[in-house]
């Protein structure tokens, strides 16, 4: 996960920038993001007025958190996903939300516009609100504050809650409780807080270790955000194994960041749901879902260089289970909405990337956002909406895993995890014939109406095409520009390029 924790040197930021190899480097942007790191080193600083928030604030430090480690318990098995999964009868959720996890330290230069049209784009998927996970940088409670602005200014039932980045914000003396504190009793009252039962809904990633200067960890937490404070329902994403939930009472549910993806190079499976779900009792449970995850730092910066495994529909697959199971899963956080440095991103690229520019540049996200909103729809009322237009939704990486690069980061760990597959999900009106199609590579597929999953493996250098036909007549033809893969990779980029058919 990245964010705006400032444990690593500017001096080492500049120098990072600076020997990103010039192949890979885009060439819009960048300039001014090194003008950055220097401004960063040489304590220049800047008075930025935003509509809803004036402060004076320095210039960001870019900078990664660790990766948090994954019990072993939650490690799946292989799984065979239905290409049309049914949906659990006998609704007892009366409503199931999805929120969008929303990183504050990669939007140092928003304004009130970009928030509203974040809430706006998100709002429109079927997204009801973001997690705004903060650190310790002094200009994000500005951006904050810009965010709550935009949705009360855009008069929209959207809803924003924090989550405390606890690998960013102290929380070792009882004066580290203030920040938190403050940002509770900030907000709690705000129109767009999110509320559960009648309580102002709070996360965090990780904290696991905060005492806050207590006894314990769950005293720290529920001096906190328990005690003499606005009444809160905290949601943590506690790194820790579930068979000890019993001893954090602080708890009303918690929150399985490492659901989102197989940790191991396996399917997706709804283990890791089921062993919280069993600790938990009767606490609430959210879910993580996500649809990739690369990240590619080099031993001179950030040194974290790897993949979890994204085949097999890793999205499609995710939501499917959460739609199998949604009358116990009432949260699912999608992980996340601008995430560049891991490449879990579904929302725009924009913002300040934190140096993830040479495997971000040119892989634009957004076309998950409708399969999306197919799914959410759902998991939201246990029926998949009805299907009135064709439309394909395809993904790939570009490059083979196995290929050789001159790329001085080297391959990312787990590679061999991935295999060099075109993951389509076509979603019909009608039974149809979907072809998919890459230099010699080709399938013909006799697909049924409603959503299906498809594979193609991808050999030589192509153009990705996908058509659809129903007898002579031709439904769909999708030939999305820049989708060409290349046995040649200039880089080891192993991050998704994903194309949507028209709405």
């Known amino acids: 996960m990245l964010s705006s ?74 799984l065979t996903n239905p290409t049309n999964p049914p949906i659990t009868s006998n609704v007892t959720v009366s409503k199931n939300l999805v929120f969008a996890h929303h990183i504050v330290g990669n939007t140092y230069n928003y304004t009130v516009q970009t928030w509203q049209n974040d809430i706006s784009l998100a709002a429109s998927k079927g997204i009801d609100a973001f997690a705004l996970n903060i650190g310790r940088d002094s200009w994000e409670s500005g ?53 559960y039962n009648n309580s102002a809904f709070i996360s965090t990633f990780a904290g696991e270790s905060c005492t806050f200067g207590a006894a314990s960890v769950d005293q720290g937490w529920t001096n906190t955000v328990k005690k003499n404070l606005n009444s809160t329902y ?82 499609a697959q995710r939501w499917e289970l959460l739609i199998q199971n949604r009358t116990q899963v009432p949260f699912a956080q999608v992980i996340t909405w601008n995430d560049y440095g891991e490449s879990h991103y579904v929302g725009p690229v924009e913002g300040v990337q934190p140096m993830s520019q040479a495997w971000v540049n040119g892989f634009d996200h957004q ?28 993904w790939a990486r570009l490059y083979p895993a196995a290929a050789n690069s001159t790329d001085p980061v080297g391959k990312p760990d787990n590679w061999q995890w991935t295999q060099d597959y075109l993951w389509t999900v076509s979603i019909l009106s009608a039974p149809a014939n979907v072809t998919q199609t890459c230099g010699n590579s080709t399938s013909t597929t006799a697909v049924p109406a409603g959503l299906s999953k498809l594979k193609l493996p991808l050999m030589t250098n192509c153009s990705v095409k996908v058509v659809v036909n129903r007898g002579n007549t031709t439904s769909l033809t999708f030939e999305p520009t820049g989708f060409n893969f290349s046995t040649s990779p200039p880089s080891y980029n192993f991050n998704a390029f994903v194309a949507a058919s028209p709405a």
């Not at 320095?58 to 019990?71: A, K, L």
């Not at 606890?166 to 004066?175: E, F, G, H, V």
């Not at 076309?367 to 395809?394: E, N, Q, S």
Request: hydrophobic fraction near 40%.
């Open 367 to 394: 076309g998950w956002l409708d399969l999306m909103k197919y799914y959410i729809t759902a998991y939201k009322t246990g029926i998949y909406p009805a299907v009135t237009k064709d439309r394909v939704f395809t």
């Open 143 to 195: 951006q904050v504050s810009n965010a709550y602005s935009a949705a009360k200014s855009l008069n929209t039932t959207f809803k924003l809650f924090i989550s405390f980045d606890m690998t960013s914000l102290p929380c070792a003396s009882t004066n580290d409780a203030a920040t938190i504190r403050n940002y509770v009793n900030s907000y709690a009252a705000h129109p767009n807080q999110l509320q």
């Open 5 to 78: 924790l400032s444990y690593l040197s500017e001096a080492l930021l500049l120098s990072a920038l600076l020997a990103t190899p010039s192949n890979s480097l885009p060439q819009a942007g960048f300039l001014g993001e090194i003008e950055t790191a220097f401004d960063n080193i040489f304590g220049q600083s800047v008075d930025v007025t935003k509509t809803g928030a004036s402060v004076n604030i320095t210039r960001p430090s870019i900078t990664i958190r660790p990766s948090m480690p994954i019990p072993t318990n939650s490690i799946p098995a292989n």
């Open 234 to 315: 905290f949601v943590p994403s506690f790194f820790v194994d579930p068979a000890t939930f019993s001893k954090y009472t602080v708890m009303d549910g918690a929150f399985n960041w490492n659901s989102g993806w197989p940790v191991g190079n396996t399917s997706i499976t709804f283990q890791s749901d089921q062993t919280y779900l069993a600790n938990l009792q009767n606490r609430t449970y959210m879910a993580g879902v996500s649809p990739w995850f690369f990240t590619h730092y080099s031993p001179q910066t950030y040194n974290k260089n790897f993949i979890y495994r994204s085949d097999d529909w890793l999205f």
